[in-house]
């Protein structure tokens, strides 16, 4: 039973991880980086989709050129806007990272941080929900202010 779980969160993320892809590609590029900052709220995302992936949390680096300043307390926002192939590498890296974890995991082992105790079963379904909430943000945007509207993708196999 443990595998068919596995398998049916890691094609729900999938899917969810597609959504996020197609959002971001369908952005105009005059709208990426205006007040609504729809850049920030990808890579917020992504930065929490692969904080949510990792086994130690304690131990978690996202890769480069992405920093830790989503921990930051007071709040500050990353020193650069990051450009739509940036966050298409990084949401790239998150889906191998998924693909590659996810199978082997330890369902009950605990991902522990300040804010959480969560098994890593838990953490997976908190991390499917966290990314399609901010991938209907992203879409509501983007049919409001540009007339795009990216599609429901049900699953995505691995």
């Not at 978690?60 to 926002?77: I, N, Q, V, W, Y």
């Not at 941080?113 to 499917?128: C, G, K, P, W």
Request: one cysteine or more; hydrophobic letters at 40%.
């Amino acid at each position: 039973m443990s595998d068919t779980i596995k398998k049916s969160l890691l094609v729900q993320l999938l899917g969810s991880i597609k959504m996020l892809e197609q959002a971001i590609v369908a952005c105009p590029q005059e709208f990426w980086n205006d007040a609504q900052e729809f850049w920030y709220k990808a890579y917020h995302t992504l930065f929490y989709l692969d904080y949510y992936l990792a086994d130690n949390p304690d131990n978690f680096l996202p890769p480069a050129p992405f920093t830790l300043s989503e921990f930051d307390p007071a709040g500050a926002k990353p020193p650069c806007v990051y450009t739509k192939e940036e966050l298409i590498h990084y949401l790239n890296y998150c889906r191998a990272h998924a693909i590659a974890s996810i199978p082997s995991k330890n369902l009950e082992q605990r991902f522990v941080n300040a804010y959480r105790d969560y098994s890593h079963f838990e953490i997976l379904v908190y991390n499917i929900k966290h990314v399609q909430h901010h991938v209907g943000m992203l879409t509501l945007l983007l049919r409001q202010n540009c007339n795009a509207t990216p599609g429901w993708v049900s699953t995505d196999e691995a």
